[in-house]
């Protein structure tokens, strides 16, 4: 464990030796305000997240999204697959293949060039984003004089 890591057992003893030191006031302040700042984190990033989306819906950013979600998807299909064989559990991988959409099976290339596609498409995703803040840069800055 790295020196900056602080661990379960270390953060429940400082937390009660907190709570011996400081009192019932001060936890319930200090509590309430920790709760307020993530609510707010948590907040800032739900709302990013909702730009995120709003921006791109209908573009070319916006259909790679939604086929890099569902090669992931796929891609823990797989895993559970390679786990039940590994655990000898061959009808198990079976069933969870079975849950996967019809269309995966028999019209779709094979799982491998999926997930080829999937490291494809994450590639494009970031260029993507690479040149949508780039153009956000340029509107904040405004016309050139």
């Keep these: 464990m790295s020196a900056g890591m602080l661990t379960l057992a270390e953060a429940l003893v400082v937390v009660t030796?907190?709570?011996?030191l400081l009192g019932k006031k001060e936890i319930r302040a200090g509590s309430?305000?920790?709760?307020?700042?993530?609510?707010?984190?948590v907040g800032m990033l739900q709302g990013a997240r909702l730009k995120y989306e709003h921006k791109t819906q209908g573009t070319h950013l916006y259909e790679l999204h939604r086929n890099?979600?569902?090669?992931l998807e796929d891609m823990g299909?797989?895993?559970?697959d390679l786990a039940s064989i590994r655990s000898g559990n061959?009808?198990?991988?079976?069933?969870?293949?079975?849950?996967?959409?019809?269309?995966m099976h028999a019209t779709s290339p094979s799982r491998l060039s999926?997930?080829?596609?999937?490291?494809?498409?994450?590639?494009?995703?970031?260029?993507?984003?690479?040149?949508?803040?780039?153009?956000?840069?340029?509107?904040?800055k405004g016309p050139p004089n």
Excluded: D, W, Y
């Design 68 to 71: 890099v979600k569902r090669g």
């Design 77 to 80: 299909t797989i895993g559970t």
């Design 90 to 103: 061959v009808a198990g991988a079976q069933a969870s293949r079975i849950s996967t959409p019809e269309s």
């Design 114 to 140: 999926v997930g080829m596609q999937v490291f494809e498409n994450g590639l494009e995703i970031e260029k993507m984003q690479t040149l949508i803040a780039a153009e956000e840069r340029a509107e904040q």
């Design 17 to 20: 030796a907190a709570g011996f």
């Design 32 to 41: 309430r305000f920790l709760g307020v700042g993530v609510g707010r984190v």
